[in-house]
């Protein structure tokens, strides 16, 4: 069956530009993950929603940083004033259920903030 | 925050060769660890996955082994294929949290 999908798969964006980064889960997940993973190194949580709420978005790094899932399927990240330090891979990722089971990752999407 | 780090960043092994990942975790509390693979511009790819209740876990030429004693986690592959080669991750979950910790990877090069 289809995976998790993560579009656009590459975006360059200018510092200060407002930047969306959308994710479409495997059907029928009702959690669904966002991860951030600069090279070299592992992912890093962003948030996670419970079906359409965010259950936890404790790392979400500041207040540039915004995700909404509002019909508990697809979610988007937002950024707004982008900064160089945004520069990463944004990776979506959902399961069954939550933490008790595994998370299946989309292929990220690469943000680029010259 | 938590840690989860690994021995080697980088691995090489003969085609044919088993190969040993290790990964070492701080949280005692952690009960769920899943390990990945990731090849270059994709995303990780769940591999297999153990809970604390378990001390090993088999799949297809891969098997996990966890000590919870020393709060350490391994992967072995066997007969490592070129294929295999990519970056592996071990993940944990701590049974109070919501979210998955990375370590920061094993690089895994197999010599043809």
């Known amino acids: 069956g289809a995976g998790v999908s993560q579009t656009p798969s590459n975006k360059v964006t200018e510092k200060g530009k407002y930047v969306e980064l959308r994710c479409d889960p495997i059907s029928g997940h009702t959690a669904l993950y966002w991860y951030r993973q600069s090279l070299g190194q592992g992912p890093e949580f962003l948030i996670y929603?419970?079906?359409?709420?965010?259950?936890?978005d404790s790392g979400l790094p500041n207040d540039r940083f915004f995700a909404v899932r509002p019909e508990g399927s697809v979610s988007t990240l937002k950024i707004q004033r982008t900064e160089r330090g945004d520069s990463a891979v944004y990776l979506c990722?959902?399961?069954?259920?939550?933490?008790?089971?595994?998370?299946?990752f989309g292929n990220g999407t690469r943000l680029t903030v010259t | 925050g938590e840690s989860v780090g690994l021995h080697l960043p980088t691995l090489s092994v003969q085609e044919g060769d088993n190969s040993i990942i290790n990964c070492a975790y701080s949280n005692s509390a952690s009960d769920y660890f899943i390990w990945y693979k990731q090849e270059s511009g994709k995303g990780p790819q769940f591999i297999i996955d153990i809970r604390s209740n378990m001390d090993k876990r088999q799949g297809q030429r891969v098997t996990v082994l966890l000590n919870k004693t020393v709060k350490h986690l391994s992967l072995q592959i066997a007969a490592t294929q070129p294929g295999d080669s990519a970056v592996y991750f071990c993940a944990e979950n701590p049974n109070t949290g919501n979210q998955f910790y990375f370590g920061t990877g094993t690089s895994l090069t197999v010599i043809p």
């Open positions: 990722a959902s399961s069954v259920t939550g933490p008790a089971s595994p998370l299946h």
């Open positions: 929603f419970q079906g359409t709420g965010a259950a936890d």
